[in-house]
C-alpha cells in the first residue's frame, strides 16, 4: 500500500521536500489551496524526483463558498443540482477538469463526486452520468465516492451502492468517508469495520482503491489491498469535512499546537506530556524506530527535556507524513495473511504499548490511540471473518 500527500494549505515546500527525500511520491493536489500556477508547476517540480501528482475536482459540495475553489472556472456558480445535471452545464465541468488534468500532467483523472449524506436513486443517477461523460475525456479514470459517516454504518445504504457502483465503466475510486461526530481517531466498530468492507468489495473487483483523507487508523486499508492511502499536515486533509469549503470566519482560526507521532503507539503527544516520560527516565520508550526513517524529531531525545526544546510545525508534520508513509511500506507487497497477521500484530504492539505510556502519565488528549485500539481491533477481526477466503485469493 502506497502512501500519497492530501495537499492542505501550507503544503507546498512539505511537498517538495518530502518527495525528494523520499525519491518516490504521488499528491494529490488542492484547487481550494493552490493557484492555476502552482497546479502546472508543482508537477514538474517533483517529476525530477520521481513524483507524480493528481488532482482533485474537490466538488464535494457546490454550494461552498470557499474563494480558493471559486478562482477556477469549472467551479458552478448558483448552483442547482436538477439544472447541472439536465443541462450541458455538467459536460462543460467535467471537460475544464479535464483541462486542468493536463496541466497537472496527471495520469489518471479523479472524477467529480458529491458528498452523500444519503445514498438515494438521484445520488447514483447523477454520478453514473459523470462516470459516463468522463469516458470521453480521460483513459483512465477514478471515481469519487464521498459519504458522510451514517451512510458508512448503515449496511443497507452500503448495499444498494456498492450494487450500482459495480457496473461503472471506471479504473478505480477514490474513497473518502467523514468520521462520526468529527472524531479525529474513530471509537466506533460499526463504522470502521464498514469503511473496510466496502473497500474489501471495492477491490474485489479489481478495481484500483485510493483512501483520500485518512488517519494513520485507516493503516488496516492495507488488509484489503488498497493501492494508497493519502494523507496530509492539517487535520483537514486527515479527516473530510465539507466545512473545509466554505469560506472561514472571520477570526475563526484556530489556536495552533504541536504534536509529536509517536509510530508504536499510533499516537500523537504534546512535548509537555513526553517531559513526564522524561522525568521518569524512560523517554527511550516513545522514540521512533530507525525502521521509521525520520530523523525529524531527533531534537525531543537528546539530553534537554522535551517541552524546552524548538520541535516545530515543520519537524512534526514531516516526522508524522515520513513514519506514516513508513508503515504503510511495511504493510506492502505481502499475501494477504501475511498483512493481516503483521496488522494484528501491530496493533496488539501497540496495545501494550498504550499500557506503558498509560502508567508513565504520558497521553494524548483526543489524540491518544487508546481511544480507537478495540474498534479498530473488532474491524479488522470482522473483516477476516468475512472476506479471508476472497482477500486471499486476491492479493
Known sequence: MKFFLQFGYGM?????????????????????????????????????????????????????????LGKFDYWPTNFNTVDFFTSQKCRETIEKIAEINAIAQTDEMILPGLFCDKVTSK???????????????????????????????????????????????????????????????????????NLL??????????????????????????????????SGTWLNVRMFSTNKFDEPEEGSVAKRKTWYYCPQTLSEYQTTALTMAYNKKKLEVFAPANSMNSDYANILFDVAPPDAVKFDEQKAFRHYLTCFRSQCKQLSNMSYEETYRQMELMLNVVSENLRTASRLGVRGRDRDFSNAIDATKTAIIELNREFEIQLSMLM
Open 12 to 68: 507546498l515546500a512539505h511537498s517538495k521536500h518530502l518527495i525528494s527525500k523520499w525519491g518516490e511520491g504521488t499528491v494529490i493536489l488542492s484547487p481550494r489551496d493552490m493557484t492555476l500556477e502552482q497546479i502546472k508547476a508543482l508537477p514538474k517540480d517533483i517529476a525530477k524526483y520521481g513524483g507524480k501528482a493528481l488532482f482533485d475536482p474537490q466538488l464535494f459540495a457546490p454550494h461552498c463558498t470557499h474563494h480558493g
Open 197 to 230: 468492507h466496502i473497500g474489501a468489495a471495492i477491490k474485489l473487483q479489481r478495481k484500483k482503491l485510493i483512501v483520500g483523507y485518512a488517519t494513520h487508523q485507516f493503516l488496516p486499508f492495507a488488509c484489503v489491498g488498497a493501492d494508497a492511502i493519502a
Open 123 to 193: 445520488w447514483l443517477d447523477y454520478h453514473t452520468k459523470i462516470v459516463n461523460i468522463g469516458k470521453e475525456y480521460a483513459s483512465a479514470r477514478l471515481a469519487t465516492i464521498c459519504l458522510s459517516a451514517e451512510v458508512v454504518r448503515s449496511e443497507e445504504q452500503i448495499s444498494k451502492l456498492l450494487n450500482t457502483i459495480f457496473d461503472w465503466d471506471v479504473q478505480g475510486v477514490y474513497l473518502i468517508a467523514a468520521h462520526p461526530f468529527n472524531e479525529y481517531l474513530v471509537d466506533d466498530p460499526v463504522w470502521m469495520s
